[in-house]
């Protein structure tokens, strides 16, 4: 039995559509002027209990809205939803007994509070008994050294000991699920490191199903064996993640900053690139921010170091990056056929 | 009756870490109980002078306004004591800020408010205790049991009508991006409460008694304790009338929890 089922789900937002000035502002008063986003456009999926899954996405792709029609915050504007067998927004509160949620940067521990209070409180909500409370917090304890935080005040902890805290406290109650929506946004590696851990080890050995969005290739990488990729709303992959991970393992985005850079060099230089590697595939130029080229490069097709000293021995450079292929691009080959 | 208990302590759990939160910055605590303190005094002392100018206010004695106002003053404390996260409201609507709220197994109201306590209200409490005293006793009010059943009911209802007002008016927030004014208007209301009905004329007297039912915050349901000989038929229903503007507020809240969209990320 599947612990999350959906089924042709959508969700619609209607927007005003605003205009513009002090006079557009009035008008909006009585405006009738809506458009609507299809923020989720007929998505199905089901999840079983135990999963780790990636739920991954450019900007605006629709997964925050997913999360919140599977945690009862949004009724669904169509299809069918069951979480634990419930559908979510009408047993909110039975939903809630059962899951953890942690929501970006918004933490939702006690702000004025210590630490350790905030738990205690999140203890008396959940009626967890003193037994599986000390043994939980010992295991935080052990993953994440809470324990010289339980005195700090939230409002002074850093960004990263209150995600981690955050992260625990999602986990305190025994959840049968834990949505995390960008857990390790704006954290550096070690802390991302030990909240990775965290959810692999009560993943592992409480069995507790996990719903994970990010931005990080690397949280991907390092947690799931299952994705699903969403863009526009709509599920553009869904399968073990040894498949999608060639992709992003096999490409490097080649940053490249060219010495006096004018309107013929990027011509100049796709036709460099033409001659020497004709396959579409191989090698992607665009322009990005200010000043950087970024060349996508399939490795299998064409090895990075042949790139690059071809692009030396036409152009002066000033400055190189190599980088991971981002999220974006990720999805950009997946529509270019890559994995068909 | 379970799920009753389980509420009140975890309401008392939070509040006591709160309050014991607040201590920690002792002279802070001290300093603002005190400013608390005479800011109520302040604007009872205006009050005060302003009624003892007016001999004779559409036929009502010096006491029997205090008295008014003093019931006013217990009516709203509870409103102010355990209803003061309503003022953030709209800042946790349009900030999405608000979401965390859906997630614990709890009701929202409860929740929501369990997160403030304001102790600015006990101290207005008190002081409201100490009028009303003072005002029942120059007024010779003999209480007696069913007397003080019927102010426990007249207080409870009338309490409800003010945190009724006041929670219509900050969930439309949900509705309404700039809901400021729908709050300080409804406080700017509310203040009219403590006046006798009576002065107003035919306008305002059928809409602080229909519409918006300010009358039984403190007016009406003091008529039962001042002897008066023409108790109006509207007085009668005091003791009711807040379950009725509750239920109401409590279903435009629930509407209003239940279109919320959050904001986009
Ligand atoms: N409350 C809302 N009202 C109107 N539009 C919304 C609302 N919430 C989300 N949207 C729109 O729905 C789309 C999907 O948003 P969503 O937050 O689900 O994206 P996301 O995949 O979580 O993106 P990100 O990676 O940036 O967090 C976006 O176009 C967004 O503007
Ligand atoms: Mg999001």
């Known amino acids: 039995m599947s612990l999350i089922e959906i089924q042709n789900l959508s969700k619609y937002f209607k927007v005003l559509n605003r205009r513009e000035g002090l006079r557009g502002a009035f008008l909006d008063l009585f405006s009738g002027d809506y458009r609507t986003v299809k923020a989720v456009d007929d998505i199905s999926f089901s999840i079983d209990e135990g999963e780790i899954v990636g739920y991954i996405g450019p900007n605006g792709a629709g997964k925050s809205t997913t999360i ?8 669904p504007t169509s299809g069918k939803i069951e979480v634990n067998q419930l559908e979510p927004y009408s047993n909110r509160i039975a939903n809630a007994r059962r899951m953890g949620v942690v929501f970006g940067q918004r933490t939702q521990l006690w702000w004025d509070l210590p630490v350790i209070e905030s738990f205690k409180i999140l203890k008396e ?6 037994e599986t409370f000390k043994q939980q917090m010992g295991l935080f304890e052990d993953l994440i050294e809470i324990k010289k935080l339980y005195p700090v005040q939230v409002r002074t902890l850093s960004l990263g000991q209150r995600m981690l805290c955050d992260i625990a406290a999602a986990f305190l109650h025994n959840p049968k699920v834990v949505f995390l929506d960008e857990p390790t946004i704006g954290l550096d590696v070690s802390v991302k490191a030990k909240i990775r851990d965290v959810i692999r080890e009560l993943n592992h050995t409480q069995n507790i199903t996990i719903i994970l969005t990010t931005h990080d290739l690397g949280d991907i990488e390092a947690l799931c064996q299952r994705i699903i990729i969403i863009d526009k709303g709509k599920i553009l992959f869904d399968g073990p993640v040894q498949r999608v991970n060639q992709l992003f393992g096999v490409y490097r985005t080649l940053k490249a900053q060219i010495f006096d850079f004018n309107q013929e060099t990027l011509p100049r230089l796709n036709a460099l690139i033409q001659t020497k590697f004709p396959d579409p595939d191989a090698v992607h130029i665009n322009q990005s921010e200010d000043f950087w080229t970024d060349l996508i490069i399939n490795q299998e097709k064409a090895p990075l170091r042949e790139v690059l000293n071809l692009i030396m021995s036409e152009f002066a450079l000033e400055d190189i990056r190599i980088v991971e292929i981002s999220m974006e691009n990720v999805v950009q080959r997946i529509y270019d056929g890559a994995l068909l | 009756m379970k799920r009753l208990r389980h509420y009140f302590r975890l309401y008392f759990l939070i509040e006591a870490q709160y309050i014991k939160s607040k201590m920690q910055y002792r002279d802070d605590f001290f300093i603002s109980s005190i400013g608390m ?3 109520s005094l302040t604007t ?7 009624l003892a100018s007016i001999p004779d206010l559409a036929g009502w004695s010096f006491n029997q306004l205090v008295f008014i106002y003093a019931f006013y003053m217990l009516a709203i404390s509870p409103f102010q004591i355990l209803f003061d996260h309503f003022w953030q409201l709209r800042f946790h609507v349009i900030e999405g800020t608000f979401i965390k709220y859906y997630f614990r197994p709890l009701n929202m109201l409860f929740y929501y408010l369990s997160e403030m306590f304001d102790i600015k209200g006990v101290v207005q409490l008190v002081l409201g205790i100490a009028m009303f005293i003072y005002a029942s006793i120059k007024l010779q009010v003999s209480w007696n049991l069913p007397l003080l059943l019927l102010l426990a009911a007249t207080l409870f ?12 008016a900050a969930s439309s927030a949900f509705w309404i991006f700039n809901s400021w004014p729908v709050l300080d208007l409804a406080r700017r209301l509310r203040e009219f409460s403590p006046y006798p009905m009576t002065i107003f004329d035919g306008f305002f007297k059928i809409l602080f008694t229909y519409i918006i039912p300010i009358g039984f915050v403190a007016f009406y349901p003091s008529q039962f304790f001042l002897g008066s000989q023409s108790i109006s ?3 009668y229903l005091s003791p009711l009338i807040g379950i009725g503007t509750f239920a109401l507020a409590y279903w435009i809240w629930l509407k209003g929890v239940n279109s ?3 904001t986009g990320s």
């Open chain 2, 157 to 168: 209802s009338a309490s409800l009508v003010t945190i009724s007002i006041m929670m219509i």
């Open chain 1, 68 to 75: 919140k029609m599977m945690t009862g915050i949004l009724q």
């Open chain 1, 125 to 130: 909500i959940y009626e967890v008994d003193n």
């Open chain 2, 260 to 262: 919320y969209t959050g």
């Open chain 2, 233 to 235: 038929t509207a007085v």
């Open chain 2, 37 to 39: 303190f005479f800011s």
């Open chain 2, 44 to 50: 009872i002392a205006v009050f005060w002078v302003l």
